[in-house]
Every structure is written in structure tokens, then in C-alpha cells.
């Protein structure tokens, strides 16, 4: 028997272990990809467990992600500190790195969050042109790594997984490789229930290279992943395998994907492998054939480490890497928040983006924009290059009608490191990428979605693109910033915010229809504090009704304090750009200032979630339905969101 057949029994007998001391588990996955994966990390795989977070590694991705045991197995046994035998005993226990699907804890090899089926490999994407960037940038000599992506067939069956796909093939990204567990089952039974199409000339048509191989076979194995490193084409390896593989009452049949397993299965794994050791047992010769990968992972790193140290770039390398904005960054947005903060035109925020987003091109040149065919629309390219096939160094991506895998392209991009993901597209599509935002979330990636369109100001196109309901939504998902700015300064404001945050993404709604300029206030980014008197507004002790209102309603207010004031009463303004952020803030803050006045609320959007900021008989003017196909104008006063509304709801509430 191979060393590398003796390693894939090691992954099987530690899946097998952990499954069954979990109770529970998918032992489909570590049992029929085993030598796939024994090989990769034998032969091909650059990783030093050493240092798990060396910028240079290779990243591995296992989007069948209910297949987790096949990934705490490899960086067990591969020598990753943080998964030892006491994790694995605790396999699916609460504190456990070893969760039921993996959950990022990047030193200890977990590179990215994964369960939702096809957001994995749609992030694997996000990785390899994370890497193609930062080699045009800094060359191979510090950036010369692969992405390898374990694939399930409901990764590819999802629509995500074809995005994927497509984009991968034109974009030309060679690094990549999906190793497909084609076993031809699924949780249902056989593939063949529900899909027929030939799925290898799927990737053929998208300009692949493809490997059709037995997955079993360990040498077909490894001249396919050869073949793989030297084609310019991402490649897929088609593996036939057979799914529970060493499990007799379980291989090859439906039950092989996650029925539960036996102290008899394990009996019957070790007499039909000859896998004679007791459970979590590994033998030290085995051992040291896996002991192999990170010696030569560390002769890897150590050359690297000593190339950059003599690069010419090494330096901007490193601060790429950091995630910190560099001082260049911040004395550019201080430039720009003097013209922004000056008396101009109105204009919608979504160009005021554009215009933050360009005046960064040379102060933060790792910013990578991704958009969704909006270019013209969103206007967030301008002097930027495209990312291409014949020129990766540009740091806008064309991702064509593919929102769904433009998220998730985007956390793969901060999860890789060395770039700043800005996905720009329509709020009303914000749905389409809602698994990728919540997987931002959950994982806590800096990626900033910009979004336009963000009401029912953007107008004629109808109910279909007015997300009425998107705010509230995110405003609901843990660990997710949402701005919606008032004007140019604020756009500038929540930009410096989302690019200093490192724990978290965020959501910036930004509306077609022009914003006119809110009165001049103070130098402070007050969009930090998440809400705050604009200028004008009277301290508690002196206002009769307090008007809080988001992005372009803001204006509406400050017109509705305007008609109050004809009546004799003080209205203060308060501009929220960002609940989570104004939630932060100490009580103090936020008493001073809501104030304890009757307050009136205003958003083109639904009142859901306003309570939190609203008490008892406090007023709200907005939506209370979908919108319609008109003008903004005539949409904003048939939907009643005006300023006399406005001063009519809160003269209202005070004459009750």
C-alpha cells in the first residue's frame, strides 16, 4: 500500500472517529474524497501550518462545506496546531474550531466560512482574482499561490455555481481549480433524479480545461493536479468517486451522504481496509509522511520571506496586506471633504460615491470594485482599468449580469487579504447577493456594498427596483453597518467609515435623485456617531417636535421645520445616516439627541424596525406598501412623503 494510500485511510478513520463520537456528521464527503485530497496536500499543496496566515500560502476551500471533516482531518493531520485531537473529539460542540460546517478561523487553516451551497467555490473565484491583482502588482516573486476549491454537485447545481463558472473561464484565472466530488449522488439518491445535462462540457463551453479521472486512482490523481498547475486555464477535475468509500453498509448508496453511523460500521471500515488502530489513533509513520508538507511549506516560506525582504515593494506589501488606511488615503478624503463640504449643486449620492471612489484610485490603490454590467449608471469606474484576462493589474472587475456570484466574489477577496472588495450594483439586487452580505457578516469581512437606487426616488422603472423593504432587513442581520446619507459629505463620511472597518462589511444606500447639500457643519464625521442634530436644531429644553429622517428625506425635514416654524413651533432635525452606529453611542448621546419631545420619522422606505427609535403615538411618514412607475417627484407626494406631510404629522401629534 502507497504512503498516500495509507494518508487517505488516516483522513477516513479520523472522519469516521469524529463522526461518531459527534453522534452526527456527513461522512460522504472525507470518505469518497479522500485520496484527492491526501494527494493535493502530498504533492501539490504550498502551506506551511507553521504559519498558518502567510500572505503566500495557498488557499483551500471546501464548499461542500457538510463535508467539514475532511477539512479538520487534512489540517490535522497536516500539522495545524489550532485542530488537534481534542477539537476533533469535540467535533460539532459548542467552542470547537471543528463546527458542522466550517467556520473561518484562518490560523487554523479554515480560509473561509462555507455551508450555503456555491457560495464556496463563487468565493474561490473571489480568491484566485485576489491573487492575479496582487501578482501584477507585486509580481511572482511574493505572490505565486493557488485556490483549490473541493466542489460537491450542489455546488454546481445551485445558479451561483454556473456564475461561477462563466466568469472564471472568461476571466482566464489559472490558479484556480475545483476538484468535483462526482459521485453521482446526492441526499435525495441519484443525481440522475434530478439533473441530466453533461457537466463537465459545461465547463468546457466556458473555456475550462477539464480532467475527467477516477478519484480513487492516486496516480491519475496526481498527474491531473500536474496538468492543473501548468495549464493557463482554471481547471476542473472531474472525480468519479464513490461516496462513504471504506463503509460497506454505506458506500455508493444515498444513506453514504450523512445516515448515521455505527460502532459496526467501524468494525467493518477496518476489516475491508485493514485500518487496524484504534479510534483517533494515528501511527507515527503516518504521521511523518503528513510531517512532509510542512517542512517543505516552510523552505517555501522561508525563500519568500527572503525575497521580501530585498523586494523594492517590499514595504507597500506589507501595508497592502495590513487592511490599514495608509496616511495618503485619509489626507485625500480630508481634501475631498473640503470641496464636498462647499456649496455646490445637488447631485444623487451614487455619483457622489463615484467621486469619492475615483479621487481614491492613486491614494488607495488596493481598492479592487467589482459591478454588475452598471457601470454607465453607477459610475464608480472613471479613470480605473478593467481587470481582464490579458491585464489582471486593473481594479475594476466587469462581472456582467452575475450578482449572486459578485458578493460572494467579494468576500472571497477580503478573505484572501491584500485587497479592499467595493461591490457596486442596484439596492433592489441586493437580494441576489443576500447569502454572500450575511456570509460578510457572520464571517465579520470588510467588503462595502454600494448600492443605488436605494427608494422609490429612482423613479419609473417601478416596484420592481424600489427595495421598500431591503433597509430593514439589513438593518436586522447581526454585525452589518447600514448607511443611508443625506448628502455628498455624508457619502464621503460613510466611505471613510466602511474603509476603516475591519470586523465588519457595510452597506451604503445611495439614491438615484439629486441631493441637495445639507446647512455647513463641523469637521467631525458626524456620520460616526450615527445620528446628530443638523445645524440649526435646538437643544431638548428648547424644541417642541423632533424630526429624524435618513438620506434624501433629510431635506424633506429640514423644509417641514421651516413650515412649523410659520406656526410657532421649534422642530429639531436629526439626520440618521447609521442606526448601528448611532446604537453605539452612550445613552447620554442618544437622549440628547432624540430629546424627549414627540418625535416624527421619515424614510421612503417601510416603517419596519423604526420602533426601535420611535415610542407610543411618535409619528412616521413613508411607505406602507411597493411602489409604483412614475417620476420621483410624483411618486414622493402620491405616496405622501413631503414636506408638508411631514409638518402636518407633527402638528398633528401635538394638537392630540
Known sequence: MSDI??????????????????????QGVPLGMAEIAATLFAHHLKANPQDPLWPDRDRVVLSNGHGSMLLYALLHLAGYKAVSLDALRRFRRLGSVCAGHPEIEQHAGIEITTGLLGQGIACAVGMAVAEARLAAEFGAELVDHRTWAFVGDGCLQEGIGQEAISLAGHLQLGKLTFLWDDNQITDDGATNLSISEDMPARFRAAGWQVI???????AAIDAALVLAKSDPRPT??????????????LQGKRGGHSAPLTGQDRLDFANQTGWAHPAFDIPAAIRTDWAAIGLRGAQAQSAWTTRLAA????AEFHTWQSGQLPPAAYAQLAALRDVMAGAKPAQPTILSSGDVCDALTTALPDLQILCADLEAPT????????FT?????????????????MGAMADGIAAHKGLRPVNVTYLAFADYERPAMRMAALMGLPVTFVFSHDSIGMGSNGPTHQPVEVLASFRAMPNFHVFRPADALETLEAWELALARQNGPCLLALSRQPAPCLPERQRENMTAKGAYLVCGSQPDEKRDVTLIATGTEVVLALQARDIL??????????????????????????AEILGTAPRVACEAALRFGWDKWLRPGDGFVGMTGFGASDKAEALYHHYGITADKLAYAAQSLLAW
Open 236 to 249: 476542473l477535475l472531474a472525480c468519479r468517486t464513490v461516496i462513504a468509500r471504506g463503509i460497506p453498509r
Open 389 to 405: 484576462a490579458q491585464d489582471p493589474s486593473g481594479s475594476y472587475v466587469h462581472c456582467g449580469v452575475r450578482e449572486h456570484l
Open 565 to 590: 416654524a410659520q406656526s410657532g413651533i421649534t422642530a429639531a432635525v436629526v439626520s440618521m445616516p447609521c442606526w448601528e452606529l448611532f446604537e453605539e453611542q452612550s445613552p447620554h448621546y442618544r
Open 5 to 26: 494510500q495509507n494518508m487517505a485511510l488516516a483522513i477516513r478513520a479520523l472522519a469516521i472517529d469524529s463522526i461518531l463520537n459527534a453522534g452526527e456528521g456527513h
Open 212 to 218: 475527467e479521472l477516477d478519484g480513487h486512482d492516486i
Open 311 to 314: 523586494h523594492p515593494k517590499g
Open 379 to 386: 459610475n464608480h469606474k472613471r479613470s480605473r482599468r478593467s
